[in-house]
């Protein structure tokens, strides 16, 4: 059998090697050193923001985030329903309760119409959030122009979970941006990998200084080891951060790979009855992955579609089941875009992420079409 197929591999670029190496000759192996320093100002001047702080993983960073805006036991905070867990387990580790707030079908991220019912809601129950994650789901933007000012309405501050789309855009400015605080993550199937880590990225120093504090154990300065306050183990290591380096500066590359991966399925499967995650023009994504739409009637093909790239060793995926229809979260609220069909459960039950990586070859890319067709061609007959 011919080797698998992943959906979004780690694609390394040939120069990572130099900076871990560096780190090996001057015996920088850990904890921290030049590369971590490089890579969060390198980040840093890449998204058009001041401050970097790079961790362990992306949702160490929406922890530490949680926890400067002082969110804590019985605290409430919004959160896109339709993402991965690390954009809200940790308002769980916090002890404060999720609220979750549809996708619009523009660009499957927060509706502004349902983050205002929201708002209302928490209004009338006095049960206002201490901060709201946004999600830039598959590599687009949400539409801040319209989120934003809701959430200013209400003194409330902005997460942005930017883990899918480092170097995506919106109306000029990158992803990450136009949270108060912002997340990338780099874990083994983002843009760029640097086997597992994150950042969190903001224009405020003191939020960047105090999570640097937190995320180093919380060491006072002092001569000895003294604690004040709880602290976590949420640094970058030096190698890791070497890796981040060189995968940064192949980034544009990858969004370019990437896009011509989502034009050829595009106009491969263009006789097809289905539909792609709508582009906005708002801005451009990093085409992280390229998810498609099938009819309501052909919910069946979906899972056939799955079961036969399955069988030439092709891994592809349903999209993110939404977090209110997940056990752990099953106790808190949702609220929807539309009056009482939820817009991400419609899409769950509809999409299939296919393989998109940046190292995708032609002929692979090629099988992927060739099955998919198959499975849709039969259904027409
Ligand atoms: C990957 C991801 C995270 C978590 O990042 P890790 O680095 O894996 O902890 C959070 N939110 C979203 C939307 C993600 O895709």
Request: charged share 25%; net charge negative; aromatic share 10%.
């Amino acid at each position: 059998m011919s080797e698998r197929i992943f959906l979004s591999p780690p694609h390394m670029s040939g120069n990572e090697m130099k900076y871990v190496q560096e780190a090996f000759d001057t015996n920088w192996i850990a904890p921290l050193g030049t590369n971590v320093d490089k890579f969060e100002e390198e980040l840093c001047e890449y998204v058009g923001v001041e401050h970097g702080l790079a961790l362990s993983s992306g949702t160490a960073g929406i922890h530490l985030a949680l926890k400067y805006f002082g969110v804590g036991p019985g605290d409430y905070v919004f959160c896109s329903d339709l993402t991965f867990a690390g954009s809200c387990n940790p308002i769980l580790y916090q002890y404060a309760n999720p609220v979750f707030i549809d996708s619009e079908p523009e660009t499957w991220n927060m509706s502004p119409i349902a983050l205002e019912k929201a708002f209302e809601w928490a209004k009338k129950e006095n049960k206002m959030p201490k901060a709201v994650i946004i999600v830039d789901l598959y590599g687009q933007s949400a539409d801040y122009d319209l989120l934003l000012p809701i959430c200013e309405q209400y003194g409330v501050p902005v997460i942005e979970d930017a883990a899918e789309a480092l170097g995506a855009t919106y109306k000029g400015k990158k992803c990450g941006s136009f949270g108060h605080v912002s997340i990338f993550s780099f874990n083994g199937n983002k843009i760029i990998t640097t086997s597992g880590g994150g950042m969190v990225v903001s224009k405020d120093e003191d939020a960047i200084k105090k999570m640097r504090f937190w995320a180093t154990q919380s060491r006072e300065p002092a001569k000895h080891y003294e604690h004040k306050e709880v602290g976590y183990n949420y640094r970058m290591s030096n190698i890791c951060a070497g890796i981040g380096r060189a995968q940064l500066q192949a980034l544009d590359g990858f969004i370019d790979n990437r896009k011509n991966i989502y034009d050829q399925y595009k106009e491969k499967l263009n006789d097809f009855p289905i539909e792609f995650m709508p582009i906005s023009e708002n801005g451009s994504p990093n085409y992280w992955l390229t998810v498609i739409i099938l009819d309501e009637e052909n919910l069946v093909i979906s899972a056939d579609i799955i079961t036969e790239l399955e069988l030439e060793n092709i891994e592809s995926r349903p999209l993110w089941k939404p977090m209110h229809l997940q056990p752990i979260f099953s106790d808190a609220p949702i609220f929807y875009h539309m009056e009482t069909e939820c817009i991400g459960t419609n899409l769950f039950e509809r999409g299939i992420c296919l393989p998109s990586g940046s190292s995708l070859s032609i002929n692979e890319q090629s099988l992927i079409i060739k099955t998919i067709s198959k499975v849709l061609e039969k259904e027409e007959q």
